[in-house]
């Protein structure tokens, strides 16, 4: 079999070269960025494309339905590159391919046990010559490259082997580690609501960390070295074009492309991305009259169908690890304000099979059920239409032991009255786009609709920043960080119930 392949573009070339585990000792690796420049070889007439040099824009894994882990990446170019599982290097599939407002998006499943993920990228010492150059140069090219002559005889398997062996021994690879799983995360961190608004009469300066503050706080929550990163939701706020009138969001992109999802996501999450997989919500900005194409293309648990549109709603699913499971909902098209009668029977129906998952789990959701702001004379009130008149009598099944949400953007932390059953609230959405106003003390809250809730006590935190849960035990330590890494408050989950004690001066 011919150690080179024959694609289906009649243009480029280079040799295809596996990265295997017995090979690890004879390659040198660095964890440095791709090259930004696209090469490709002419070897004996066979044509084989080189996808390894295309620029990477952005790079993570996430978990999808089943805790399965997946890596994507977005490039630039068309093709996408390839990434090696523990030093076994394979290529990576189409996941959305380019158009005019969004780049190439790629992805791969991460093996279970995975010790060492990365994307592969061949590295020269001596650039390749031009594309059009004659076969002399690029036979030059080859033996300087890897000291071994082409084969005078190519088409001989043993002479074919002996010089790819050769080629595979001397080849040397840039590496961009990415996260793997961890069985039973110790070190959580919660976040979410991070883009720059820009919306109606509401105009953040995006490029003053003092006003937007996201990048600063995804970097401080980088710095604690998650196992798992919980996302929940919200992320691009650079809705609306920039009136000529405001100063501070001129030139700035907006809507659903990559530009702002980068500006708003991306390029601020890069060292969170880095260190820990992520739990990705949908939320409202995600819906399907807002960015709900790109969030679908660039973070969807489901496979993008470019044909199929913008799905209005998507189905829970469950994150298993060894001592917690997360169940995951998409609320997005769940309004406050009024009831979708056609959306209850749906939400009954996922809220109902909660109680066929395991405990303990925690139900992640973007819009929180019973979430609160400030009301008239500063009296907390709240909760979500839509979502109360989903919940049966009885209320929360037994397996959810917390819920986390974003949405509002503050932190809170309540505990509800023992009658219906409703576990207590850990909200976090805080990352940068504009604070809600919050009474600090949440006891005597005034809910919509008729669900019989009530809080029994609750604190919130109105400033930006994000929370750390760290496994103690007999139960969670939750850190409430500010922007700058500083703790603001100590809260614990234990024996259903949230704390937040004031700290002792």
């Known amino acids: 079999m011919s150690p080179f392949t024959r694609a ?9 070269v596996a990265l295997t585990g017995a090979e690890a000792g004879k390659k040198r690796v660095m964890p440095s960025p791709p090259p930004d420049d696209s090469h490709v070889v002419v070897i004996t007439g066979y044509l084989v494309e080189e996808v390894a040099t295309e620029t990477v824009r952005a790079a993570w894994t996430q978990y999808g339905p089943g805790g399965v882990l997946e890596a994507r990446v977005v490039v630039s170019g068309k093709t996408c590159p390839d990434i090696a599982f523990d030093l076994k290097r394979q290529p990576m599939q189409l996941r959305a391919s380019a158009d005019s407002g969004f780049l ?13 993920a990365a994307l592969a990228f061949r590295k020269f010492d001596n650039k390749p010559p031009k594309i059009g150059a004659d076969e002399t140069a690029w036979k030059t090219w080859i033996e300087k490259e890897y000291g071994s002559p082409i ?36 070190r959580i961190i919660i976040i979410g609501d991070g883009g720059c608004r820009s919306k109606g009469d509401k105009h953040q300066d995006c490029l003053k960390p003092e006003a937007w503050p996201f990048a ?33 969001c001129q030139n ?59 799905i209005p709603h998507l189905p829970p699913y469950s994150v298993p690890f060894a001592r917690l499971n997360l169940v995951v909902s998409d609320n997005a098209d769940a309004p406050e304000t009024s009831v979708v009668e056609p959306s209850v029977p749906v939400y009954r129906t996922e809220i109902a099979n909660l109680a066929n998952e395991k405990a303990p ?5 973007h819009r929180p059920v019973w979430g609160l702001i400030s009301g008239p004379l500063g009296v907390p009130i709240g909760g979500n239409q839509t979502l109360i008149a989903a919940v049966p009598e009885s209320g929360i099944p037994a397996p959810v032991e917390l819920m986390l949400s974003g949405h509002i953007h503050t932190f809170e932390a309540i505990n509800y009255t023992p009658e219906p059953r409703v576990p207590p609230q850990i909200l976090s959405g805080r990352g940068g786009d504009l604070m809600d106003p919050t009474p600090a003390n949440l006891h005597g809250a005034i809910f919509q609709g008729s669900s019989g809730v009530h809080v029994k ?10 929370s750390l849960m760290t496994r103690t035990e007999d139960g969670w330590r939750i850190d409430v960080y500010d922007g700058h890494g500083r703790i603001q408050r100590v809260c614990q989950f234990h024996n259903s119930r949230v704390d937040c004690p004031v700290a002792k001066r």
């Open 8 to 16: 289906g573009l009649a243009a480029a070339l280079t040799l295809a």
């Open 457 to 466: 006590d609750g604190i919130s935190v109105p400033e930006f920043g994000f």
């Open 104 to 116: 190439t998006v790629c992805s791969a499943p991460v093996p279970a046990g995975t010790k060492q």
């Open 216 to 248: 600063q706080v995804a970097a401080e929550a980088a710095k604690l070295k998650p196992d798992l990163v919980i996302h929940v939701g919200d992320y691009v706020s650079r809705e609306q074009a920039c009136p000529a009138n405001v100063a501070v």
């Open 252 to 310: 700035q992109p907006f809507g659903d492309n990559w530009a702002a999802w980068d500006a708003d996501t991306f390029t601020p999450l890069k060292p969170l991305l880095a260190v820990a997989p992520v739990v990705f919500t949908r939320g409202n900005h995600e819906d399907c009259n807002r960015e709900g194409l790109g969030f679908l293309r660039l973070l969807g648990p489901q496979p993008f169908d470019p044909k199929a549109g913008c």
């Open 151 to 186: 084969p005078t005889h190519p088409s001989a398997p043993v002479a074919n082997e002996e010089w790819r062996q050769r080629i595979e021994a001397k080849t040397k690879y840039d590496l961009v580690p990415l996260p793997v799983p961890v069985a039973d995360p110790q």
């Open 361 to 365: 789990t925690w139900w992640v959701l």
